[in-house]
């Protein structure tokens, strides 16, 4: 069977761009759920801290339709991101932290945030019992990451428990499999390179991948940013891109799974091993 693992960054909108954070892309949040409930798909959502601490009303519908969702973390907020190991650490100990008050346990996955993390990050997540990540995108960004060494299907830090479940990826290009690089190129465009997909996608979004209108008007966006959201920023054009995303994989055969049910699946899987240093490249 192809899986789809639709995973959902729950966050701020554009992941803390300017001084004052905002939440204009929820505000259609019912929209989202409804089309998940008419397609009958499942969600992974992997939420900062700061919404569990501070804007607890945004879950509510998803905890109302919980049986499409579920509900894992991501720090506590993206703002030190480019900091210290010692800062970044503090930031996923308030995420875990509001993550627990709020949902009464300890999250199974983590997810950082921009796709960057670092080993001391890793260890730390061991140290406080949590053993899968979806961390790496296996792709390069300028400025950010450079990850082409990084495998593209999960694996096993050696001699540890933690697993990690990288991004998908297409063709040769290493392009993620996200609505972000949908919109920016087109999804017409973008299919193109969706050949060889194999039997699991993990695929990634954003609510202001979705709905963007408010957001990007009224958000402190720097003009790199300006410029790469401005096609998803049109109004009807988000959304499709991600209805036509969903159409494409249920045609190609894929059924919508919850991360729960990858990291079950793994568990009788023998992983690829992989080093600290083999990962973590200076």
Known sequence: MKNLY???DFEEDYGSPGKEKTYFCHKNSREFINFVKHEELKVTLFITGEITHEKKELLQPFLENSNFFEFEQHAYNHEDVFGSVEQKIENIQKGINSYELFFGKKPLIYRAPFGIISKEEVQFLIKNQIFYGSNFFPSFFPGRFNNL?????????????FVE??????SFFRLPIAVSYMQLLGFDLYKLFLSNLG????????????????AYFNTDLT??????YYRASRKDYAFNVFKKAIIFFKKKGFHSKLFIDLIQSLENEKLQEKEFYEIFKK
Request: net charge positive; glycine share 0%; hydrophobic share 40%.
């Open 149 to 161: 060494h990084v495998p593209t299907k999960p694996f096993r830090f050696k001699n540890t428990s």
């Open 199 to 214: 039997d699991s996608i993990n695929f990634n979004l954003h609510f202001h991948d979705l709905f963007p209108e408010s």
């Open 223 to 228: 003009k790199p940013q300006k410029i790469a």
């Open 165 to 170: 479940i990288p991004f998908s990826v297409a």
């Open 6 to 8: 639709i995973t959902l």
